[in-house]
């Protein structure tokens, strides 16, 4: 795109043929694209990534969306505020990849399953490590009390802090070394091996979705 005179800000909209926003690019994505002239941003045919809290994760644990489909898209100019350009691109699939339409779509419909899913778990991950902190730092603030802390408060806070163990093993949280097997790890190595599939997904991998949206 061209731009007559520096702007202040700049951001991409891009919507699938039903108007849907598959992905808006903003921020990080067009850093240094609001100088005058001629500006380029690199949209990676993924969906809205998973925005990031600032957590982590496993190994190949990631916030990318998955790729959308193929199609025609519309993509929205917007500067400081207002819509100056609205464009079609054409997404075509890779020819090297074959797979039936509706085996895409099926293997597509599951990828953004988990995608949403993904981030339930990290927003809950993230809930549950402040929880989790929370308690520890009133255990020691209590513990530095002595015998001035009163009994009912100490066994309350005892109460909190056995109710919240569970929700922080199934989470995953505070819980060191490898392979731990918890609830958001499962639905990113799940996203994983659906994103990086170039088939439907199998039956077993269907049910471990619905397993994984009960467990959150």
Not at 34 to 44: E, L, M
Not at 164 to 186: C, K, M, T
């Amino acid at each position: 795109y061209y731009l007559a005179d520096d702007i202040e800000e700049v951001t991409l909209t891009v919507r699938d043929g039903s108007g849907v926003v598959a992905r808006t690019l903003a921020g990080d994505d067009v850093e240094g694209r609001t100088s005058a002239g001629i500006q380029t941003v690199h949209w990676d045919l993924r969906v809205q990534p998973v925005p990031d809290l600032g957590l982590g994760g496993g190994f190949g644990t990631t916030l990318n969306g998955p790729f959308v489909l193929p199609g025609e898209y519309r993509v929205t100019l917007h500067v400081d505020g207002r819509d100056v350009g609205t464009e079609t691109v054409r997404v075509a699939g890779d020819p090297a990849v074959e797979i039936a339409d509706a085996d895409r779509r099926a293997q597509f419909q599951a990828a953004m399953a988990l995608h949403a899913l993904h981030e339930r778990a990290d927003e809950a991950f993230s809930g549950v490590t402040v929880a989790y902190e929370q308690v520890e730092a009133l255990r020691e603030a209590l513990g530095e009390g002595g015998d001035d802390v009163p009994e009912a408060v100490s066994t309350r806070l005892e109460e909190i802090a056995e109710a919240l163990e569970p929700v922080r093993q199934r989470f995953g949280v505070a819980v060191r070394g490898f392979g731990q097997q918890n609830v958001r790890s499962q639905v990113t190595r799940l996203k994983r091996e659906i994103v990086s599939s170039t088939s439907r997904p199998s039956e077993t991998q269907a049910r471990r979705i619905g397993e994984s949206r009960d467990a959150l």
